[in-house]
């Protein structure tokens, strides 16, 4: 049963930081692994969707990478700023299901 | 403009109601799910539907049934509600059930059983 883990579960800096999230997941036989955005009493915002067969996408000051292999995922944030502050989830699509979402990481960056 | 809309937003309402979300989408997509963000945050497919067919159906208690009047519509009714149900409830959609595209995410019902 795929499980998807994120490490940290809450993070904090200061603006300007460059800061990356880790997520992992055990099964290796994914579709797409997907990174949202989500504010406090908001829905998700889609911000990068890499598939199986790809290794990084970019978007802006967003970078997310995925080793299939390894079973691991990175977002990376340059240069962080205050509206960067929210929960980023990973997610991974697989075949007979929807997404498998991990518990996410709250990150807050400071003025 | 919303690509997802989900209503009601908020719904407070006593244990042993009856209660029914919609969820609209004006993305053109051919596939809808309902997830489930519990109180700890974390988020878990209940269903899903292809052009109006059941293609998910998580161990999701039979009192929750899911219909799919056509493909831009994914209703949730939730019969003799438990204090257990009360969660945040999302309506997604994408392109393709097998999905190579990225799932769009209403802003979510926040359902509180009192």
């Known amino acids: 049963k795929q499980e998807v883990t994120q490490i940290p579960a809450a993070l904090s800096v200061p603006e300007g930081e460059n800061l990356v999230l880790n997520c992992s997941f055990t099964d290796s036989a994914i579709y797409n692994l997907q990174w949202f955005r989500q504010d406090p009493g908001k829905g998700l915002t889609s911000l990068l969707l890499?598939?199986?067969?790809?290794r990084e996408q970019t978007s802006g000051r967003l970078n997310a990478s995925l080793d299939k292999s390894s079973g691991r995922s990175t977002l990376y944030i340059a240069a962080s700023q205050p509206g960067d502050s929210a929960t980023y989830l990973c997610?991974?699509?697989?075949?007979?299901?929807?997404?498998?979402f991990g518990k996410g990481t709250t990150l807050s960056v400071s003025s | 403009d919303t690509a997802v809309s989900q209503t009601p937003k908020y719904l407070v309402t006593q244990m042993g109601n009856d209660k029914s979300i919609k969820c609209e989408q004006n993305l053109g997509h051919d596939t809808m799910y309902w997830y489930k963000q519990d109180s700890k945050k974390f988020l878990k497919i209940m269903f899903s539907?292809?052009?109006?067919?059941?293609?998910i159906n998580e161990t999701v208690p039979n009192r929750f049934s899911p219909k799919s009047p056509d493909k831009a519509h994914l209703n949730l009714h939730i019969n003799s509600l438990e204090l257990g149900d009360s969660a945040v409830y999302f309506c997604?959609?994408?392109?393709?059930?097998?999905?190579?595209?990225?799932?769009?995410f209403g802003d979510g019902t926040r359902l509180s059983i009192l």
């Open positions: 997604a959609s994408s392109q393709g059930g097998r999905s190579n595209q990225p799932q769009h």
């Open positions: 997610a991974v699509y697989q075949a007979g299901t929807a997404l498998i």
């Open positions: 539907y292809n052009n109006k067919e059941l293609i």
């Open positions: 890499i598939q199986s067969s790809q």
